[in-house]
């Protein structure tokens, strides 16, 4: 069953650190992901592994907002879960406005809630590389329906916005590493979700493409609305967070930036 959306009244009280982090957002804002009590458990018995013990997180549509935490602390665990790729043990989650997980999956295909919501980027492209840089991002819109003109105009102009418009007909080996992942946020982008699950993407990038990864990223979070969480152990861009939230032993803590901008 669809839960009603939260009323300004059963926000939690305001604090440095319960609301949204984005300049000009308000608490009536609808969360673009939310999530209460969520666990995760892998195994049985003596053997399980709580991985997850009680998540909580709210993410306004247009911030973007650091995962940060030691290895093993849950973060992959976590985007996972946000994902639609694991499915957790229990709590709440909610994505884009719609309950996708309230003790169970609410939807029946997980496969449409992820093209449909949710973008991923990760620390390698993963570009096909017998697909010209164009196709590579018009394959999602196309497998989402859309014919191939529509499709390639849609990534055309994405690449555009992205400054790789001019290598729209190269092969991905013929681009240079920042420009290859210009290209996968382009194609996370391009379904225009309202979720972008960022998995350390700047971590084989040097310092000023890392901070100009994470500059076009809070570029189209304001432009398109879509809430981008950054996992990151990248000291280089740790601090360009509004908003942060640390995972410890399988819970979230959410802190204050520095937001010092990318
Ligand atoms: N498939 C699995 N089966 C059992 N335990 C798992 C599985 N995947 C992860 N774990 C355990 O869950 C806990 C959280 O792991 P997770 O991969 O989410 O951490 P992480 O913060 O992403 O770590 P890292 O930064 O090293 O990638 C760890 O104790 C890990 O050993």
């Known amino acids: 069953m669809e839960r009603p959306p939260r009323s300004l009244r059963s926000l939690p009280p305001e604090g440095v650190l319960s609301g949204f982090g984005r300049p000009g957002a308000t608490e ?53 879960c946000l994902g639609a790729v694991i499915e957790p043990t229990g709590g709440y989650m909610a994505l884009g406005g719609r309950t996708a997980f309230d003790g169970g999956w609410k939807i029946r295909d997980l496969r449409s809630l992820r093209r449909d919501n949710i973008g991923f980027v990760f620390q390698a492209p993963y570009l096909i590389p017998f697909l010209d840089v164009t196709d590579n991002v018009a394959l999602l819109p196309m497998l989402a329906g859309k014919s191939n003109r529509e499709a390639r105009r849609q990534a055309v102009e994405l690449l555009e916005a992205l400054d790789v418009g001019h290598r729209a007909k190269a092969a991905p080996s013929e681009l240079s590493g920042g420009e290859q992942q210009r290209v996968a946020i382009a194609r996370a982008l391009v379904n225009r979700p309202p979720v972008v699950l960022a998995d350390e993407p700047t971590a084989p990038l040097d310092s000023e493409r890392a901070l100009n990864v994470v500059r076009i990223l809070n570029r189209m979070a304001e432009q398109y609305r879509t809430a981008i969480i950054v996992v990151t152990h990248d000291e280089k861009i740790i601090p360009t967070f509004r908003r942060l939230y640390r995972i410890r032993d399988g819970r979230t803590f959410e802190e204050a930036g520095e937001g010092r901008g990318p």
């Not at 018995?45 to 998540?55: M, N, P, S």
């Not at 549509?61 to 995962?67: A, D, H, K, R, S």
């Not at 940060?68 to 849950?74: C, H, N």
């Open 28 to 80: 009536l804002d609808m969360p673009a992901i939310e999530v209460r009590g969520l666990s995760k458990r892998y195994g049985e018995g003596d053997a399980a592994v709580d991985a997850l013990k009680g998540v909580d997180m709210r993410i306004a549509p247009g911030e973007v907002v650091g995962l940060i935490g030691p290895s093993g602390s849950g973060k992959s665990t976590l985007l996972k």
